[in-house]
């Protein structure tokens, strides 16, 4: 047998011939022996040979060789040649990829583009495939036409290199983006086509879409936005409204998109009456008080939605995990209305038979157990499942906490409640810088662990200083120091104020040191409300200066430089928001009492309380309500506050565009420049919020109108005490380096003599 009858047989095979042209004479191969390859081990020829040295070599062992080369995809040609019996495999092979570059491209990343390939199978060091180039190609110009860059022109070259290989470069013309010129809805008649798409994502070119991109075409995008049009329409009584068809033209150059929807609207109906139907469980009472859909409402499909989950909700509540509610609509289009029978099918009851906890390394199951209102052997509650994830979300110690029910197997009225956590790290060793406008430099450093051993006991060594302040303090708190849920802490602490050392705090000169400890305890009275007691023992040291006010001078005189309090405390808080960062709905309100204790130095109290309400206006606006208030006085033989205690109004935290403790009563003595401060706090801020694109989880923007003023015990010093007043634009960031506040605030009416600040901003915690 000759090399060149077997390369014939070679060729026979791959063109689909069924027969060889000649017979093969059967051999046994001594030896195998590999051409041509470059980069290709031969012991990986080797390893894809169906044949191997001893076995009996033929037609069919010579296609089966052949074909299994040519299956790899490493080779362009494949040719089985024979000397003797030493069987010769010559290959080909494809070429290499050893660079893919981009020419042109600005709208993408490089390595995101490249990423992308490389899931397709087309990469650096890969084997080169036409095909798979091809569908690259297509899919880079998928990606311009959802960007809406429609006049994109790619092309790409394949250039040959050494050592067989090659490069490929992408040459793109991006063109300009088109953008939607139009928008056209065909067949209304009972609202103006404006309103309607004011609630459309998708819009025409204006002063922010250079950066929002709505005004680029995107298939997704309007199908969502068709789907607001017609809950629009189902919401106010047009049951039978239908969107025809949509069209969607673009300009013979390619930069401009029109689209047109037609619908149709139909009649408007009303609610003639509610029936139910079914296993109701509840009572029929029951159920209509639940629902908030009634006979002689325009019909709204979101309304009939609540009606359905309220119905749903309730039933799991008690027990029915996978109870079913449906509405069935009769229409009489000559009255234009419409009933519905709401079909309740509550299934079986079902319980927990088992709550798994997974995920949690160092956390000790205790610990994320206790939070659990969703029992063990308890009829399954959605809401209980629900807030049980939600309060083991709140400890702090997981970046993610999940939950799934499954039914357990072989049984129709059991489930399972898996919560799943992710651990993250809670101990904290912090080195920082911040910066305020009345506190300038701010250092701090602390080191604490949220979670000790896996306890989720809390402990706290901090150190902050600052000109104004300087404080050193050491807080320990146990969260369950009952199994009722009852919080116990204590706290050490020395903390310095010198408001002289600062020359943006505009209050009379003087400086504390206070040293004190104290014990408090928490008890919860709801799932978001509790109340705290504590009781401290504290001791202040106060100096005063030549230039200090006169008030100051005479109650050291009469208190003395130095005492020693026995503070009392409480405090009621009931938290309601859904976020602890930036809330979008929800109220917060905290009422805190203090009182110095017969026994110590001094007799004084302070009532204090924050209000805090959050109205969600639009998916991306909130509106916000905010009032301080605060109120002390001596008692006993003491008349009125310590004046360290005092309130003080204005600064970034306060009324903006009034510098921080500016407001209130001026100093009764030759240094009339100097605040005292008060014993009656009032500021109230009201607040349009939004979240900046991009950023929505950590940076937010407002408008806002402050109010706000301190007074003394009905006294006044020689100023007008009427409220100030401000309004601006506000920025909060939690940034990389701590949260960001920044204010640019007009004061509506300034007097005489007050000091203000356009600008302000504070770049880390205050203390």
């Known amino acids: 047998m000759n090399r060149k009858f077997c390369a014939v047989l070679a060729t026979g095979i791959l063109s689909g011939v069924c027969a060889p042209v000649w017979a093969i004479e059967s051999f046994v191969i001594r030896d195998i022996r590999v051409e041509g390859i470059q980069r290709t081990e031969a012991g990986t020829v080797f390893s894809y040979l169906p044949v191997k040295v001893g076995d009996a070599f033929d037609d069919t062992k010579a296609a089966e060789s052949i074909k299994a080369l040519f299956a790899t995809g490493f080779f362009r040609d494949v040719r089985i040649e024979a000397e003797g019996d030493v069987l010769v495999v010559i290959l080909q092979e494809r070429p290499a990829i050893a660079r893919i570059d981009f020419a042109g491209m600005k709208s993408f990343e490089k390595d995101r583009i490249l990423a992308a390939m490389k899931v397709m199978g087309l990469a650096e060091t890969q084997i080169f495939d036409r095909a798979m180039l091809d569908r690259a190609e297509q899919e880079l110009k998928r990606q311009y036409l959802n960007e809406g860059k429609y006049n994109v022109q790619v092309t790409t070259t394949v250039t040959p290199l050494e050592r067989n290989r090659i490069g490929i470069d992408f040459n793109i013309e991006e063109g300009e983006s088109a953008t939607i010129k139009a928008i056209n809805i065909i067949g209304v008649n009972s609202f103006r086509e404006k309103d309607l798409l004011d609630f459309f994502e998708q819009t025409t070119p204006g002063w922010l879409t250079w950066y929002t991109k709505n005004d680029r075409y995107s298939q997704q995008k309007l199908a969502a936005d068709l789907e607001r049009l017609r809950s629009f329409y189902m919401n106010r009584g047009y049951l039978e409204f239908s969107i025809d068809s949509t069209q969607v033209s673009i300009s013979p150059d390619k930069e401009d998109i029109f689209i047109t929807i037609n619908v149709t609207e139909g009649d408007r109906f009303q609610i003639s009456a509610i029936k139910l139907a079914g296993n109701l469980i509840l009572s029929e009472e029951e159920i209509r008080a639940l629902a908030p859909l009634k006979p002689g409402q325009v019909f709204s499909r979101v309304v009939l939605n609540d009606t359905i989950k309220r119905i749903s909700d309730k039933l799991s509540e008690l027990g029915y995990a996978f109870a079913n509610v449906n509405a069935a609509p009769e229409i009489d289009k000559e009255k234009k209305r419409v009933a519905f029978t709401i079909f309740v099918d509550p299934g079986k009851?079902?319980?927990?038979?088992?709550?798994?906890?997974?995920?949690?390394?160092?956390?000790?199951?205790?610990?994320?157990?206790?939070?659990?209102?969703?029992?063990?052997?308890?009829?399954?509650?959605?809401?209980?499942?629900?807030?049980?994830?939600?309060?083991?979300?709140?400890?702090?110690?997981?970046?993610?906490?999940?939950?799934?029910?499954?039914?357990?197997?072989?049984?129709?009225?059991?489930?399972?409640?898996?919560?799943?956590?992710?651990?993250?790290?809670?101990?904290?060793?912090?080195?920082?810088?911040?910066?305020?406008?009345?506190?300038?430099?701010?250092?701090?450093?602390?080191?604490?662990?949220?979670?000790?051993?896996?306890?989720?006991?809390?402990?706290?060594?901090?150190?902050?200083?600052?000109?104004?302040?300087?404080?050193?303090?050491?807080?320990?708190?146990?969260?369950?120091?009952?199994?009722?849920?009852?919080?116990?802490?204590?706290?050490?602490?020395?903390?310095?104020?010198?408001?002289?050392?600062?020359?943006?705090?505009?209050?009379?000169?003087?400086?504390?040191?206070?040293?004190?400890?104290?014990?408090?305890?928490?008890?919860?009275?709801?799932?978001?409300?509790?109340?705290?007691?504590?009781?401290?023992?504290?001791?202040?040291?106060?100096?005063?200066?030549?230039?200090?006010?006169?008030?100051?001078?005479?109650?050291?005189?009469?208190?003395?430089?130095?005492?020693?309090?026995?503070?009392?405390?409480?405090?009621?808080?009931?938290?309601?928001?859904?976020?602890?960062?930036?809330?979008?709905?929800?109220?917060?309100?905290?009422?805190?009492?203090?009182?110095?204790?017969?026994?110590?130095?001094?007799?004084?109290?302070?009532?204090?309380?924050?209000?805090?309400?959050?109205?969600?206006?639009?998916?991306?606006?909130?509106?916000?309500?905010?009032?301080?208030?605060?109120?002390?006085?001596?008692?006993?033989?003491?008349?009125?506050?310590?004046?360290?205690?005092?309130?003080?109004?204005?600064?970034?935290?306060?009324?903006?565009?009034?510098?921080?403790?500016?407001?209130?009563?001026?100093?009764?003595?030759?240094?009339?420049?100097?605040?005292?401060?008060?014993?009656?706090?009032?500021?109230?801020?009201?607040?349009?919020l939004w979240g900046v694109p991009g950023y929505d989880r950590s940076m937010r923007m407002g408008w806002f109108f402050d109010a706000g003023q301190v007074y003394n015990k009905g006294k006044k010093y020689g100023y007008d005490d009427s409220i100030r007043t401000s309004t601006g634009l506000s920025l909060s960031w939690m940034s990389p380096v701590g949260p960001l506040k920044i204010s640019i605030a007009a004061p509506l009416n300034k007097q005489k003599g007050d000091d203000v600040e356009t600008f302000q901003f504070q770049l880390g915690s205050t203390f």
């Open 349 to 688: 009851r079902v319980y927990v038979r088992r709550v798994n906890v997974t995920g949690n390394a160092r956390t000790r199951d205790e610990v994320i157990r206790r939070e659990m209102r969703q029992m063990e052997g308890g009829w399954f509650n959605t809401e209980q499942v629900n807030l049980s994830r939600e309060r083991v979300d709140k400890l702090g110690y997981f970046s993610e906490v999940t939950v799934e029910t499954p039914p357990v197997p072989g049984t129709s009225d059991q489930v399972d409640v898996n919560l799943n956590v992710t651990e993250k790290p809670t101990g904290n060793v912090m080195l920082g810088v911040g910066f305020s406008q009345s506190e300038k430099v701010m250092l701090s450093g602390s080191i604490s662990q949220e979670n000790i051993f896996g306890s989720g006991k809390h402990l706290t060594l901090g150190v902050n200083t600052s000109k104004l302040n300087r404080n050193l303090a050491l807080s320990y708190t146990n969260p369950y120091f009952t199994i009722d849920g009852i919080s116990q802490g204590f706290d050490l602490y020395h903390r310095r104020f010198d408001p002289s050392a600062s020359s943006s705090y505009d209050v009379g000169d003087y400086k504390t040191e206070s040293t004190g400890g104290g014990i408090r305890f928490g008890f919860p009275i709801s799932e978001r409300e509790s109340i705290g007691v504590g009781l401290a023992i504290d001791h202040t040291k106060i100096t005063t200066y030549e230039d200090s006010p006169l008030r100051y001078a005479d109650f050291v005189n009469e208190y003395g430089k130095s005492n020693v309090t026995l503070p009392l405390t409480a405090h009621w808080t009931s938290d309601g928001k859904d976020s602890y960062i930036f809330p979008t709905k929800g109220t917060y309100q905290r009422l805190a009492a203090e009182i110095a204790l017969p026994g110590g130095d001094l007799k004084y109290w302070k009532l204090s309380y924050k209000f805090q309400h959050y109205i969600p206006l639009t998916k991306s606006f909130t509106l916000m309500f905010n009032a301080d208030l605060g109120i002390g006085d001596g008692y006993g033989n003491q008349e009125g506050l310590p004046f360290y205690k005092n309130f003080y109004a204005g600064g970034i935290d306060s009324v903006r565009g009034y510098a921080a403790a500016s407001l209130g009563p001026l100093a009764d003595d030759r240094y009339d420049d100097e605040r005292l401060g008060g014993n009656r706090k009032v500021i109230g801020n009201v607040e349009l």
